[in-house]
């Protein structure tokens, strides 16, 4: 197979993982109105429980995976710091500042949501909250990268299993409290899990022994290792990890959040109560749990095996991959309004026109073609001479 200088220059199967990626985003976000609406959760049926946990649950490992791709191809830094921050700012900043100006004029109340953006993102394009962890990752890569230069796999291994150890830490909270969904209300009303002091928080001190490992830095590390250490795995080896890891981490997620629903509504559909509610339900859900991350394992590993770079990956895969970045920014307008109208058209829940299937066959329709749309928008408009890079990165 005759490859070109810009092929071989690539890694193959992060363009392929992005592409995959920007779909599981979609389909996160095509399968949300289905476990929350009236007050904040609302789940009608039994079979809507199912067909969330589902679809949400085999979805959600797409951010890590972004985060994992951006740390694999720029951690350590192959250039300057300043030359890095240039770079990221034309690519991540500029279109970010755009689409965030976008949302506020569109949706909601444009004097309000601007007044809210200097302080945060647009709560009515919850999504961009994104951005917000990548550059925060991105500020850490220039003071983390001449040790990551050096680093051993003994290391290296050492801090992602401590990072690893701090994805339990939910569910150590979740039991130490008692419930499945005791929340309060953190700046500006937001629920949040409500925390329990672990291993040196205290009321006047959030910076326990694990704080600074937590969150998306496993991630970060995960890219790293799977780089200096992983890319001459062979594929019984690979396959025999990416599998085990991958159903046992949708295991936890699908069935965490199934009992944590059954057990907020004694079994009796609808389910429904204040967003907090939801909050409890997506306790295994959340970026920072075992399960999340065992199944961004598996999927980092079956993606590495992926090598095909013929007419298919250069004619679609490769130009959808570089536009990814503005796929994410931009989905939400697309998305939305197909939503609205498969609601409008097959009904609701099993009341619908294709009984138990009316969700699955709404969340499915909903999300491919906002993906087909969005990234054929994406694609041409990147094309624009000079304006495409600003719009999409």
Same mark, same amino acid.
């Given at each position: ?5 810009? +092929? ?14 920007? @779909? ?6 095509? +399968? ?12 009608? +049926? ?8 589902? @679809? ?8 890590? &995976? ?11 830094? /192959? ?20 689409? +965030? ?9 444009? *004097? ?14 919850? /999504? ?10 991105? &500020?850490?890569?220039? $003071?983390?990268?001449? !040790? ?7 290391? &290296?291994? @050492? ?5 690893? $150890? ?20 953190? #700046? %500006? ?8 002091? $672990?291993?040196?928080?205290?009321? !006047? ?38 599998? #085990?890891?991958?159903?046992? %981490? ?28 939801? *909050?409890? !339900? ?71 026109? $294709? ?12 999300? *491919? ?20 890079? !600003?719009?999409?990165?």
């Amino acid at each position: 197979m005759i490859q070109t200088n810009e +092929t071989r220059a690539r890694e193959i199967w992060v363009d392929w993982m992005r592409v995959a990626a920007c @779909f599981l985003v979609m389909l996160v976000h095509s +399968t949300e109105p289905f476990y929350l609406g009236g007050d904040g959760s609302l789940i009608l +049926t039994r079979a809507d429980a199912f067909w969330a946990s589902f @679809f949400d649950t085999f979805a959600r490992a797409c951010v890590p &995976l972004f985060v994992v791709a951006s740390s694999y191809l720029q951690f350590p830094l /192959h250039y300057s710091t300043g030359e890095f921050f240039r770079r990221r700012a034309v690519r991540i900043l500029i279109p970010f500042i755009i689409w +965030t100006v976008v949302y506020a004029l569109v949706w909601g109340e444009p *004097v309000q949501n601007f007044k809210d953006l200097l302080l945060n993102f647009n709560y009515a394009a919850g /999504h961009l909250w994104f951005v917000y962890m990548l550059l925060g990752i991105y &500020l850490l890569m220039p $003071l983390l990268s001449p !040790w990551a230069e050096k680093v051993g796999k003994k290391e &290296l291994g @050492f801090y992602l299993i401590a990072c690893i $150890l701090t994805t339990f830490i939910p569910f150590i909270r979740e039991r130490a409290i008692g419930s499945n969904a005791v929340c309060i209300s953190g #700046p %500006g009303g937001i629920p949040m899990q409500a925390p329990y002091p $672990l291993w040196g928080e205290a009321s !006047w001190n959030e910076f326990g022994v694990f704080y600074y490992l937590s969150g998306f830095i496993g991630y970060m590390l995960l890219g790293l290792y799977m780089r200096k250490f992983a890319g001459d795995w062979s594929k019984g080896k690979s396959l025999a990890i990416a599998i #085990p890891c991958w159903l046992g %981490g949708f295991a936890i997620c699908f069935f965490g959040f199934i009992r944590r629903v059954l057990a907020s509504c004694g079994g009796t559909f609808p389910a429904s109560g204040k967003v907090a509610m939801a *909050v409890g !339900w997506e306790t295994p859900w959340f970026n920072n749990t075992i399960g999340v991350f065992l199944m961004t394992v598996g999927w980092i590993l079956l993606f590495m095996r992926i090598k095909s770079s013929g007419w298919f990956y250069s004619k679609v895969v490769l130009p959808v991959s570089k536009a990814s970045y503005g796929m994410y920014l931009c989905h939400m307008l697309v998305l939305a309004q197909f939503a609205n109208l498969f609601r409008s058209t097959f009904g609701i829940g099993a009341e619908g026109s $294709l009984g138990i299937f009316t969700t699955p066959v709404q969340i499915l329709l909903t999300a *491919v073609c906002s993906y087909i749309c969005v990234a054929i928008f994406a694609v041409l408009a990147q094309r624009i001479p000079k304006a495409g890079k !600003w719009l999409i990165g």
